[in-house]
């Protein structure tokens, strides 16, 4: 058994490399762009932002209140573009279908919900972004924080940071 464990710490020293290396990439602005005219589009339509957060059905509750609050903390810094972003916990969601199913009538006054969706098994954290027009009910976009973490509750809290930059970056391609 030493030999997994060493390789279990290898796997794990690797993997926190690439996330590192998969933020500072995302942040100098690396990643593919979005086109400048979707990066106005979705400026200007999606200025009223409700986010919340809710495990998937195979994790417990324990998280969410932790990751909404680093959210919160960082979202005045990277979507202070933006006319109205607020924070929501205890919002019933519906994880049993592919996609969160939200009473979006609960957010008059908004353009969208990203519904932020956690789980976690063993060793490995995931941190789903679902975008949904308020208007349509659409899922105008996906995304995913996956890594592999001996402690994967700090990992998801540690990706409540994370989640203000991604928006900005990868939904508005600012």
């Known amino acids: 058994m030493p030999g997994k464990s060493v390789n279990m710490k290898k796997a794990l020293k690797i993997d926190t490399i690439i996330f590192t290396a998969l ?3 995302v942040i100098a602005g690396c990643e593919p762009e979005l086109s400048k005219h979707y990066s106005l589009k979705r400026q200007d339509e999606y200025q009223h932002i409700a986010i919340i ?14 990751i909404l609050k680093e959210v919160e903390n960082n979202t005045k810094n990277h979507l202070g573009f933006l006319k109205k972003v607020d924070c929501f916990s205890g919002i019933p969601v519906d ?24 789980s976690y098994e063993f060793d490995e954290a995931y941190l789903d972004f679902y975008m949904l027009d308020t208007k ?18 700090a990992k998801l809290v540690e990706y409540g940071k994370w989640v203000p930059v991604a928006v900005k970056i990868a939904f508005y391609g600012l």
């Open 53 to 66: 957060c809710v495990p998937k059905s195979d994790a417990g509750p324990d998280y969410t209140n932790q």
């Open 136 to 153: 349509t009910t659409k899922c105008i976009w996906y995304h995913q924080f996956a890594s592999a973490d001996v402690d994967p509750g």
């Open 95 to 118: 994880m049993v279908s592919t996609l969160p199913k939200v009473d979006l009538g609960n957010f008059t006054g908004y353009d969208a919900v990203l519904c932020l969706a956690y």
């Open 23 to 25: 933020m500072l990439y």
